[in-house]
């Protein structure tokens, strides 16, 4: 099956700066990336999804870029704020399975 | 909008109980999906379904039994509960995931196995 690595596991950043979380996967036959957010106790939720067509893909503070050659993708967050500490999961679709990392603990520090 | 409802929030079992979490959605989504979340291994998928009368094993399906008989829902069975079960399981659905399109997820459900 696909292997998806997420790095790094815990990533800790002052209010203002940005942060990055980078995916690689296995499989070139997947072709769907979306990035959840899950807060604590809450259930995941979707913040940006990217296709295999596309490169970069942008939502006001977020941004997921694709490489499929390299066969990573990385999730960027601007100008980051308290609001935005959670864990975050990739996750990679291929065939009629997603396959999750195994999760960011983000924390923006006020 | 519903979404996905998921039931029950907490459960605790004995081993070797039996038991089974529901799983509705009335969104019209083809596919529904059970994970398991467990610290530092992110979401494994259990046992998924495409559509009513279609079910398939996922990343780990030991242990656990599902069943499609509507589009609406998608029960995950423990048929003999163990420690190791011991998780959060949450249920998904999407319109179709061979195209790439939004999972919603239920509330989860924290099961402790004593």
């Known amino acids: 099956g696909e292997n998806v690595e997420q790095h790094p596991s815990t990533l800790s950043v002052q209010e203002g700066d940005s942060a990055v979380i980078k995916c690689t996967y296995s499989?070139?036959?997947?072709?769907?990336f979306p990035w959840y957010k899950q807060e604590l106790g809450k259930r995941p939720q979707l913040i940006i999804d990217?296709?295999?067509?596309?490169g970069e893909k942008k939502d006001q503070r977020i941004a997921v870029t694709l490489n499929k050659t390299a066969k990573h993708f990385s999730l960027h967050i601007t100008e980051t704020q308290p609001e935005d500490s959670a864990v975050y999961f990739c996750?990679?679709?291929?065939?009629?399975?997603?396959?999750f990392g195994t999760g960011t603990s983000l924390t923006v520090i006020p | 909008n519903a979404g996905v409802t998921q039931t029950p929030k907490f459960q605790v079992l004995k081993t070797g109980q039996s038991m089974t979490l529901q799983c509705a959605q009335d969104?019209?989504?083809?596919?529904m999906s059970w994970y398991r979340q467990d610290p530092g291994m992110g979401l494994r998928l259990i046992h998924y379904s495409v559509g009513a009368g279609i079910t398939d094993q996922g990343e780990v399906p030991n242990g656990y039994n599902v069943s499609r008989s509507t589009t609406e829902d998608f029960p995950l069975r423990l048929l003999s509960a163990a420690p190791s079960q011991t998780s959060v399981y949450f249920c998904?659905?999407?319109?179709?995931?061979?195209?790439?399109?939004?999972?919603?997820f239920g509330q989860g459900t924290r099961l402790t196995v004593v």
């Open positions: 499989d070139s036959a997947s072709n769907y």
């Open positions: 969104m019209n989504h083809e596919y």
């Open positions: 990217i296709r295999s067509n596309v």
């Open positions: 996750a990679v679709n291929t065939g009629n399975q997603f396959y």
């Open positions: 998904a659905s999407s319109f179709t995931p061979e195209w790439g399109t939004e999972a919603f």
